[in-house]
């Protein structure tokens, strides 16, 4: 299973920063956030909220803070959880300096509507004093009044002209520890419009299609925006914005990045759509499959196919491979499974699944044994 030339993607050089125990561009890995949907004052759940979403991987998770209730109980929450907490910040200039002294690890504000240029030094000087990044956060639907006028319309133009007058308010202060964003609900106008950023500066990149909508549809559409942009080597850290839990948003961010080889975290189940040549039901086990191996970290390929048409040379690029040996009309017990790309045994409908769940948590084991060692 060797790195081929044609899968290499050349990563746009942006500085880094830090988001708590985080580093965000330069060399370091792309990282997946996403945002919790209670009530930042529910504190057991929000902490119970962050906690799944860090289960499922999250590299850190940003919260609401729009009022002083919520700053005050970040304060209780950030000493619950592990992953760093960024705290959602507009209007109100004190929300940004409480929430960096309540123990945000980032604030992600809009320089421009926190007021006065001195509110905005108090903000900076309050994250500079508690360790704290910032993102600066622009979106399509929120632009300032000024840039419509002068564009007419939400552009790219406009868009990358408020993150870079945005930016200047920051570095007038001295400060750098940002990233920044240009999200849109329109695909086009989101990629247009990091593409002409990532050209203007090397600040690092926070990639997301806003508003995106449901698990599948929204799924789709950042796939397709955010996929683009990490295929040109833009983007140092991204959220998919879905209408679900926040757990499902680090899901599908994670399968985006393993699809392009840009992270490896957890089992990567490749599977036929199913036909009447299948041996058994495809679509009912690797749904079950899914779940029963949700909890693995380790970077595990496991091919899952229905017939021996395609199953062997799929089986030749993954870990564990399994191929129906009947059909649906014709059961046969002669499953076959593959390791590491040679036929190893057979395994009947009836057990496959336990068989193949033990085969990738031992599988797992091995990869996490060995990368313990490497250290």
Request: proline share 3%; with cysteine; charged share 25%.
């Given at each position: ?52 979403a ?38 109100h ?101 990091y ?23 929204g ?46 975290r ?27 191996l ?12 229905g ?69």
């Open positions: 299973m060797s790195v081929r030339s044609y899968r290499t993607i050349t990563r746009r050089v942006s500085r880094q920063i830090r988001v708590g125990s985080v580093l965000v561009g330069g060399d370091a890995p792309i990282s997946v956030q996403t945002m919790t949907n209670t009530l930042t004052t529910d504190v057991e759940g929000t902490v119970a909220q962050i906690r799944r860090e289960a499922a991987g999250a590299d850190m998770v940003r919260v609401s803070c729009p009022d002083a209730d919520s700053t005050a109980a970040l304060a209780s929450i950030v000493k619950q959880v592990s992953v760093p907490i960024i705290a959602d910040i507009h209007f200039y004190m929300r940004g300096i409480e929430a960096a002294k309540a123990g945000a690890a980032c604030l992600r504000i809009n320089p421009g509507n926190i007021g006065s240029v001195e509110r905005v030094r108090e903000v900076v000087k309050a994250a500079r004093d508690n360790g704290c990044s910032m993102r600066i956060g622009v979106n399509a639907a929120s632009l300032d009044q000024r840039l419509l006028e002068k564009y007419g319309e939400p552009c790219p133009e406009a868009m990358v002209e408020s993150a870079l007058e945005h930016a200047r308010l920051l570095e007038d202060q001295d400060f750098t520890e940002f990233k920044i964003s240009v999200k849109a609900s329109d695909t086009f106008l989101a990629v247009a419009s593409r002409a950023l990532a050209a203007a500066c090397d600040y690092p990149l926070h990639l997301g299609i806003t508003e995106a909508g449901g698990l599948r549809g799924t789709v559409k950042s796939a397709i925006g955010i996929g683009a942009l990490l295929w040109d080597g833009i983007g140092d850290t991204i959220r998919v914005s879905l209408s679900t839990e926040p757990e499902e948003e680090v899901k599908v961010g994670f399968e985006i990045l393993k699809t392009l080889d840009l992270r490896h957890g089992v990567r189940i490749i599977s036929c759509p199913s036909c009447a040549r299948q041996g058994f039901d495809v679509c009912k086990t690797v749904e079950i499959l899914e779940n029963r949700s909890h693995v970290r380790a970077p595990v390929t496991l091919s899952v196919m017939c021996v048409v395609n199953g062997p040379g799929e089986a030749r690029e993954t870990h564990i491979g399994l191929t129906g040996g009947g059909t649906l009309a014709k059961v046969s017990a002669k499953n076959q499974v593959y390791l590491d790309g040679d036929r190893a045994h057979t395994v009947s409908n009836e057990e496959m699944i336990d068989h193949l769940v033990d085969l990738v948590e031992k599988r797992a084991a091995e990869m996490e044994a060995a990368a313990k060692a490497a250290d």
